[in-house]
């Protein structure tokens, strides 16, 4: 192959024009700039073959129930039973059998940039989804765990077609019209579960970020209501706001105090 020029090398390999034969020849080339792209090239490859394993493990809970016959399967997961304030919210969605994000994960192991991303992507190519949103009022009344389980249901009811074969994360629903499967760490097991999973934080970091502007002192926009530290002396100076969560000790002790 005749000598080309670092920068033609570079837009060969980032449009994924080079060959084997090619690829072999530059491995023999002294310049350092080459070698850089060939050995950016390769750790790129190397991430791609990861995630595409990931990726199919994480499908394999689905491709066994697509083998038992079950054609609409859903995942469901939730965020935000543990902060001190707003709401718990799930989500329940059902993917299309060939669906393919590479790199949807556990939502709490992606990146903000990448959620939302992945958000989008979601909603636009899933057969149906649902969110389930259960208010502080409510979480106070029936408890964390209780009102978690409402909320998945409320996901799950506005699901169309209705699923055949649930898949949920950790929470096991009774009464259901159709088999499921509850499994731990299933945002990281399972393809439908992590969908659910980011569906369920970016929608409930979207609600946080709109209480943030009636409450900015208490931080919401970057705490989600978790109990940081500056969240936690918001609450001993200022007092609690309509969405914490009494039931929660950390509230409970700023309404003492």
Known sequence: MEKQS????????????????????????????????IGSYEKQLEKEKALEA??????????????????????????GRGPLAGPVVAAAVILPEKFKLLGLNDSKQLNEGTREAYFSIIKKEAISYGIGIVDNSMIDKMNIFEATKLAMRKALEQLNPMP???????????????????????DAKSISIAAASVLAKVTRDHLMKEIHK????????SNMGYGTKNHLEALENCGITPYHRKSFAPV??????
């Open 6 to 37: 670092i920068k033609t090398i570079k837009t060969l390999f980032q449009n994924r024009e080079i060959t084997d034969e090619q690829l072999e020849e530059l491995k023999q080339d002294s310049r350092k700039g080459v070698q850089q792209i």
């Open 54 to 79: 990931n990726y199919i493990e994480m499908c394999q809970y689905e491709l066994t129930a697509y083998k038992q016959g079950y054609k609409w399967i859903a995942g469901i997961d939730e965020a």
């Open 164 to 186: 055949d074969y649930v898949l949920i994360d950790a929470v096991q629903l009774g009464n259901l019209t159709c088999p499921s499967e509850s499994i731990v760490k299933g």
């Open 214 to 221: 009636e409450y900015p002192l208490y931080d919401f926009a």
């Open 252 to 257: 409970r002790n700023a309404m003492k105090a």
